[in-house]
C-alpha cells in the first residue's frame, strides 16, 4: 500500500511585510542615534575679518584652549608637556594631520606659543585657526 500526502508544504518565506518592517527599522534607528558633537572646552573665539574653510573634516583634529590655561585635545585633558607626544601619537597615524586650534580670545599668548612650539616639535605643521563668522563689512 502506498501512501500519499495531500498537502503539499510550502517551503517560501512570504516577503509581502519586508518593507514595512525595513522601513519601521530605518524610523526606529534615525530617531534614536545620537550623532556625536565636539564638547570641547567652553571658549569664547575671537572675530576674524577674512576666513576660509577647511577643505577636509576628514584629516582634522581639534585642540582648544581655554582662558584658564586648559588644553583639550580630542576631548581629553592635556598639560603642555603632554601636547607633544598625544599630537605625535595622532600625526603617526594620520600623515595628513591638520590642526585646529580654538583658543578663546582671552587666552594669554604665551600658552598659544607653548602649544605652537610643542607643535612643531612633535612636526605636525599644518595648522590652522579657528575663528567665528567674517563680521559683515559695510
Excluded: C
Excluded at 522601513?23 to 569664547?44: A, H, Q
Excluded at 603632554?82 to 604665551?110: E, F
Aim: charged content about 25%; hydrophobic content about 40%.
Amino acid at each position: 500500500m502506498n501512501f500519499r500526502k495531500k498537502t503539499k508544504l510550502s517551503s517560501e518565506i512570504p516577503t509581502s511585510s519586508m518593507p514595512d518592517i525595513i522601513f519601521m527599522l530605518l524610523i526606529f534607528f534615525m530617531v534614536t542615534t545620537v550623532l556625536r558633537t565636539y564638547s570641547g572646552l567652553p571658549i569664547e573665539l575671537p572675530r576674524a575679518k577674512k576666513i576660509a574653510k577647511l577643505a577636509s573634516k576628514r584629516h582634522t583634529t581639534h585642540v582648544w584652549l581655554s582662558k584658564d590655561g586648559y588644553i583639550s585635545i580630542q576631548d581629553k585633558g592635556h598639560k603642555v608637556d603632554d601636547v607633544r607626544h598625544t599630537i605625535w601619537g595622532i600625526r603617526a597615524a594620520d600623515p595628513q594631520l591638520t590642526i585646529s586650534m580654538k583658543t578663546d580670545k582671552n587666552t594669554k599668548m604665551g600658552l598659544v606659543v607653548a602649544v605652537q612650539n610643542e607643535f612643531r616639535k612633535a612636526e605636525a605643521l599644518k595648522l590652522n585657526y579657528s575663528t567665528l563668522t567674517a563680521m559683515p563689512t559695510n
